[in-house]
Nanobody, 126 residues
Framework: QVQVVESGGGSVQPGGSLTLACSISGYRYNSYCIGWFRQAPGKEREGVAAIGGDDSTFYIGSVKGRFSVSRDNAKNTVYLQMNDLQPEDTAVYFC????????????????????WGQGTQVTVSS
């Protein structure tokens, strides 16, 4: 059974940076998709970035140029580097695992993700 664990959340001032990590266990292959989602209070969970099984990436417009997804296969970990954080980035961030998505052209639907992490809080305020 695949398990997903996020880490790296915290509080920063506007303009600051954080790196979130998504550790995967229970899956023997390196080709998998990780989606990064976030949910702010009172709002629906939205996808912000994803990396496909072929290392293709996608970012929504509001984070493009500020967020970056990468993977370390040796550590079975995917990272979300977040720069120039703004108050509107405040949310609980989740990573989600999919073995079914190879190439991505958009954030895959939530229904395609087989396992979700517990979430990590990111707070951006002055």
């Amino acid at each position: 059974q695949v398990q997903v664990v996020e880490s790296g959340g915290g509080s920063v001032q506007p303009g600051g940076s954080l790196t979130l990590a998504c550790s995967i266990s229970g899956y023997r292959y390196n080709s998998y998709c990780i989606g990064w989602f976030r949910q702010a209070p009172g709002k629906e969970r939205e996808g912000v970035a994803a990396i496909g099984g072929d290392d293709s990436t996608f970012y929504i417009g509001s984070v493009k140029g500020r967020f970056s997804v990468s993977r370390d296969n040796a550590k079975n970990t995917v990272y979300l580097q977040m720069n120039d954080l703004q108050p509107e980035d405040t949310a609980v961030y989740f990573c989600a695992f999919s073995s079914a998505v190879l190439n991505i052209q958009n954030i895959p639907p939530k229904s395609l993700f087989e396992a979700w992490g517990q979430g990590t809080q990111v707070t951006v305020s002055s």
